[in-house]
């Protein structure tokens, strides 16, 4: 199963190794982990390629996956690929 999210307050957490036990699923092997997906609340670094979600965006990111909004689209999308690939 893939792991579909965003950068969140969730993951900033994970990411200190303080939570869950340090698991994460974005890194662990019973995920396929493609990386986050950009959110419409991410800022893009100029000329870098890279982004970044503000300190205070991190709890839109965490509520925006669960959502059917054009915003959440791209994340949707995949996740409805993955459990119906024929349709």
């Known amino acids: 199963m893939a792991c579909h999210s965003y950068w969140d307050f969730l993951m900033e957490a ?3 190794g303080g939570v869950w036990g340090g698991r994460n699923p974005n890194r662990s092997d019973d995920f396929d982990s493609r990386g ?3 959110s419409p609340h991410d800022v893009e670094l100029e000329q ?3 982004s970044y979600t503000p300190v205070w965006k991190l709890d839109d990111n ?3 996956v669960a959502q ?3 915003d959440n689209a791209q ?3 995949a996740l ?3 459990l119906f ?3």
């Open 36 to 38: 986050y997906f950009q």
């Open 75 to 77: 994340v949707r999308d």
């Open 62 to 64: 965490h509520a925006l």
């Open 80 to 82: 409805r690929q993955e």
């Open 48 to 50: 870098t390629g890279a």
């Open 85 to 87: 690939p024929d349709g």
């Open 68 to 70: 059917s909004s054009d």
């Open 14 to 16: 994970q990411s200190t």
